[in-house]
């Protein structure tokens, strides 16, 4: 019961940012903060790496990849969640996708993903 919309992908050159926003349309009886909340990306031929994680304490994690890099955070009172990138590199390029599940790890709802694109 939660519908998730990515936005804010493009391309960009090594170096560069670009900030993803996912807006999340709540059913009736529930909100964004009862939601575990994560950024996942795809990549040709590399298995779906969890990059960055909020859970509803405020608890963060991020993938190694990307740590020190990338910030997660969410807006509960407009239901939005994003996903800060700077120092983007080559290797970034994927299609990321934003999730939510009652339980971290186990995500239950996905957006359409929005693509990334690093190049020269």
């Known amino acids: 019961q939660v519908h998730l919309v990515e936005s804010g992908g493009g391309s960009v050159q090594p170096g560069g940012s670009l900030r993803l926003s996912c807006e999340a349309t709540?059913?009736?009886?529930?909100?964004?903060?009862?939601?575990?909340m994560a950024w996942l990306r795809q990549a040709p031929g590399k298995e779906r790496e969890e990059v960055a994680l909020?859970?509803?304490?405020?608890?963060?994690n991020y993938s190694d990849s990307v740590k020190g890099r990338f910030t997660i955070t969410k807006y509960d009172a407009k239901n939005i969640l994003y996903l800060q990138m700077d120092s983007l590199q080559p290797e970034d390029t994927a299609m990321y996708y934003c999730a939510a599940a009652r339980t971290c790890g186990s995500w239950s709802f996905w957006g359409q993903g929005t693509q990334v694109t690093v190049s020269p």
């Open positions: 709540l059913w009736h009886g529930y909100t964004l903060g009862g939601y575990c």
């Open positions: 909020i859970n509803y304490d405020g608890y963060t």
